[in-house]
């Protein structure tokens, strides 16, 4: 065992559905009303984790939501039996209900910050779950998020977890999606990139004008405080507001980092040429490779509609660095050519390996989203809950819940059946179990 980067994806939902309700999403509000498969969107998912598992990745399991979130709906005045509050909130605010029905949490980049021990000041891995206070359907899952983050990695002598920050767009957080760490290995110290959209208490700063900026400097900062990151080593970088305006709503959208790389298409930032001075300055003698993607070879509309930059940037045990692309990122000819190119030049990039996740990306999300990357050292990988960790046992256990479980179809009508909360809740309380997660869903307490 050595220290690795572990790769924690989130499991679909059985609600997984369209309601458009990501805006400044551009596939998400695309796709809106469509009907979904949350069969094929679990199962899709399973694939691609036992896919890296069988690299030899270390690849965990993070459990969805529940959904519908009966809870939410009566803090907001529906009341009667739970199948009175579904009929009454979907025909008097179904916009509500069916926030209230995402299974947004299967796009784990979202969940949390994470900082490794090599990197805080008492030597723990840290978390802080993201509020996602800029859209009501994700600002319903930090709790739970937690509940599930603290029965995964629940050794307190390895690992802080934190209070997800103040819930005001002031503090807007959305966690590892705005976060990269970069580093010579993962063992060592490294830089903790945080990226954000604005600056929530100096309007005389930049900012995007078309859609919100989801990310604040005041809430990347209190993080790094929160993970006791030493400010030498900690950047804080602003998304170029312009491509923002277009469609790149988390900077995971435009750039990904991993060890010795930062692949960004050249509009990601604000100020990149400071960027690469801070992260050199943060990183010292290290052979570092900034790979710039100009627009005249893939344009920001490109990069959004294949996700080549929502890929998952991965180094492989035996030391090979490859992409896990979309599907789409092959089919399109500027991306597909770009990516070869990118592999026959001279950077650690070796590979490019094309997964079909179809059921996410039509609802905004590429392989990035659907991973929280975890770095372990060996004591740390021998304390996490051994029951999350994806091997062929556990796949084929998985697989047979959710081909017991799930719907082949959902549309928006489907939303308002009583009989889903059942089910869901039927699921969910069977996996808690295949994970050894124990109560971490209310209705487990209740």
């Known amino acids: 065992?050595?220290?690795?980067?572990?790769?924690?994806?989130?499991?679909?939902?059985?609600?997984?559905?369209?309601?458009?309700?990501?805006?400044?999403?551009?596939?998400?509000?695309?796709?809106?009303?469509?009907?979904?498969?949350?069969?094929?969107?679990?199962?899709?998912?399973?694939?691609?984790?036992?896919?890296?598992?069988?690299?030899?990745?270390?690849?965990?399991?993070?459990?969805?939501?529940?959904?519908?979130?009966?809870?939410?709906?009566?803090?907001?005045?529906?009341?009667?039996?739970?199948?009175?509050?579904?009929?009454?909130?979907?025909?008097?605010?179904?916009?509500?209900?069916?926030?209230?029905?995402?299974?947004?949490?299967?796009?784990?980049?979202?969940?949390?910050?994470?900082?490794?021990?090599?990197?805080?000041?008492?030597?723990?891995?840290?978390?802080?779950?993201?509020?996602?206070?800029?859209?009501?359907?994700?600002?319903?899952?930090?709790?739970?998020?937690?509940?599930?983050?603290?029965?995964?990695?629940?050794?307190?002598?390895?690992?802080?977890?934190?209070?997800?920050?103040?819930?005001?767009?002031?503090?807007?957080?959305?966690g590892a999606a705005n976060h990269t760490r970069l580093c010579a290995d993962y063992a060592e110290a490294g830089v903790e990139l945080f990226v954000y959209g604005k600056h929530a208490f100096d309007d005389s700063q930049p900012k995007p004008t078309r859609y919100p900026a989801r990310q604040t400097i005041e809430a990347s900062q209190a993080v790094a405080r929160l993970h006791q990151l030493a400010a030498n080593k900690t950047v804080f970088a602003q998304q170029n507001p312009e491509v923002i305006d277009a469609g790149v709503f988390h900077n995971d959208v435009i750039a990904v980092g991993n060890r010795n790389v930062l692949f960004y298409h050249q509009d990601a930032f604000l100020n990149t040429e400071l960027l690469k001075q801070q992260i050199r300055s943060g990183l010292g003698d290290v052979d570092f490779y900034f790979v710039e993607v100009p627009s005249a070879r893939v344009s920001v509309q490109e990069a959004i509609k294949t996700y080549l930059f929502n890929t998952q940037l991965i180094t492989l045990p035996d030391g090979a660095m490859v992409i896990i692309a979309p599907m789409e990122c092959k089919q399109s000819d500027a991306v597909n050519d770009y990516l070869q190119y990118l592999v026959s030049t001279n950077n650690p990039i070796t590979a490019v390996h094309f997964f079909d996740v179809k059921q996410s990306m039509q609802n905004g999300g590429g392989p990035a989203c659907l991973r929280l990357r975890v770095v372990l050292n060996e004591a740390e990988q021998k304390v996490v809950n051994p029951e999350t960790i994806m091997n062929d046992a556990k796949f084929a256990q998985l697989q047979g819940w959710v081909n017991k479980h799930y719907r082949d179809r959902l549309d928006l009508a489907d939303m308002m059946d009583p009989q889903l909360l059942i089910e869901s809740r039927t699921a969910l309380d069977e996996l808690t179990q295949l994970l050894a997660l124990g109560s971490v869903y209310p209705f487990q307490r209740n």
Not at 92 to 110: E, F, K
Request: aromatic share 8%; proline share 5%; glycine share 6%.
């Open 1 to 174: 065992m050595k220290t690795v980067e572990a790769n924690f994806d989130g499991l679909v939902g059985p609600t997984h559905n369209y309601a458009g309700l990501s805006y400044g999403n551009i596939a998400s509000k695309s796709n809106a009303n469509a009907f979904s498969n949350p069969k094929q969107a679990a199962l899709q998912g399973l694939d691609k984790m036992k896919a890296l598992s069988d690299m030899g990745m270390m690849q965990g399991i993070l459990a969805p939501q529940e959904r519908p979130d009966i809870y939410a709906l009566r803090r907001l005045g529906f009341t009667g039996s739970d199948d009175a509050v579904m009929q009454s909130a979907y025909k008097q605010a179904p916009h509500i209900y069916l926030a209230c029905c995402s299974a947004s949490s299967m796009w784990t980049a979202n969940a949390a910050t994470v900082s490794p021990s090599a990197d805080t000041g008492d030597q723990r891995v840290h978390f802080t779950p993201a509020n996602l206070t800029n859209k009501f359907h994700r600002s319903l899952e930090p709790e739970i998020t937690g509940n599930i983050l603290k029965a995964i990695f629940n050794d307190q002598n390895h690992f802080a977890h934190h209070l997800h920050l103040p819930d005001n767009d002031h503090f807007g957080d959305e």
